[in-house]
């Protein structure tokens, strides 16, 4: 059994930072590409930022320049530190794990936590 267990959202105000945090676990072989994708009422989840095991990372558009992901292979942690927050940052934000269950096999499965609120409001 996979879980991906988000924290760390709230209530900012404009210009504000926030740091999220996303624990996995689970008995599988390796946790591949981890990352955070968000998604408000009415439109399609997008992406924010993903990272891979190797640390190479990749950032929709509208957060480039403020956000930042990292991660702990050792704990198969992922974060996301928000800064200069804007009010369209609003949404639930979801991680997501790509993950090979068994050594050797090239099939990988994408997992999604439960999300968390972000809310950017004065």
């Known amino acids: 059994q996979v879980q991906l267990v988000e924290s760390g959202g709230g209530l900012r105000q404009p210009g504000g930072s926030l740091r999220l945090s996303c624990a996995a676990s689970g008995s599988v072989f390796s946790f591949n590409a981890m990352g955070w994708y968000r998604q408000v009422p009415g439109k399609q989840r997008e992406l924010v930022a993903t990272?891979?095991?190797?640390?190479?990372?990749n950032y929709g558009d509208s957060v480039k320049g403020r956000f930042t992901i990292s991660r702990n292979n050792a704990n198969n942690t992922v974060y996301l530190q928000m800064n200069t927050l804007k009010p369209e940052d609003t949404a639930v934000y979801y991680c997501?794990?790509?993950?090979?269950?068994?050594?050797?096999?090239?099939?990988?499965?994408?997992?999604w936590g439960q999300g968390t609120q972000v809310t950017v409001s004065s």
């Open positions: 990272i891979t095991s190797g640390g190479t990372t």
């Open positions: 997501n794990a790509l993950i090979t269950r068994v050594a050797g096999s090239k099939a990988q499965f994408v997992y």
